[in-house]
């Protein structure tokens, strides 16, 4: 089965992750913005992946643009973030929002990305700040967990193995 890594990245963790599974899985990795709809046509498996930003996964619009033609094929996501959704339902909220009761049966994996406010712009440095302020408020033991980077290679292993299944049949 020909598979393709599809990714959005803010500030490169998406892209560094895609690239990785990628490698692991021997496919190309393209940008969303590079993609075409008769490049993606020539795909069975496709892996999408994007960062999460105001708690939104910002492949939705990607997804649906291009319903007509991922609906017939086998899908899986990720999304990164500085703090990835920890429950089950958190995970559900994300999942909803991002596509709207589309492709329900495709996994959808949640991996860390990289906190580094030098790289951020004005913006996002104002909510990242705000975003701190309010974790150290309600819940202070997990401020270092969240201002870690979070890059991890091996965080793509369920990813993979996902579309290993998926080429067993």
């Known amino acids: 089965m020909k598979k393709i890594v599809i990714y959005k990245s803010k500030y490169g963790a998406t892209k560094r992750y895609a690239l990785c599974i990628a ?11 590079a993609i075409s709809p008769e490049k993606l ?3 069975d498996i496709i892996i999408i992946g ?8 910002c492949f939705s619009g990607f997804v649906h643009t291009y319903a007509d033609i991922l609906k017939n094929k086998k899908i899986v996501f990720f999304a990164v ?4 959704p920890e429950t089950p339902k958190e995970q559900e909220k994300l999942r909803a929002e991002a596509l709207d009761n589309f492709l329900t049966d495709a996994p959808l994996y949640y991996l860390k990305g990289v906190w580094n406010k030098e790289d951020m712009t004005f913006f996002d440095r104002l909510i990242a700040n705000i ?3 309010a974790i150290l408020k309600k819940f202070p033991e997990k401020l270092a967990e969240f201002k870690e980077s979070g890059f991890n290679e091996s965080a793509i292993a369920p990813i993979t193995e ?4 998926i080429e067993k049949g």
Do not use: T, W
């Not at 692991?24 to 393209?30: H, P, Q, S």
């Open 23 to 33: 490698d692991k899985l021997i496919c190309d990795a393209v940008s969303m913005d």
């Open 162 to 165: 996902s579309v290993q299944e």
């Open 50 to 57: 994007s960062h999460i930003r105001m708690f939104k996964i």
């Open 81 to 84: 973030g500085a703090m990835p």
């Open 131 to 133: 975003a701190e302020k």
């Open 41 to 43: 046509n020539n795909y």
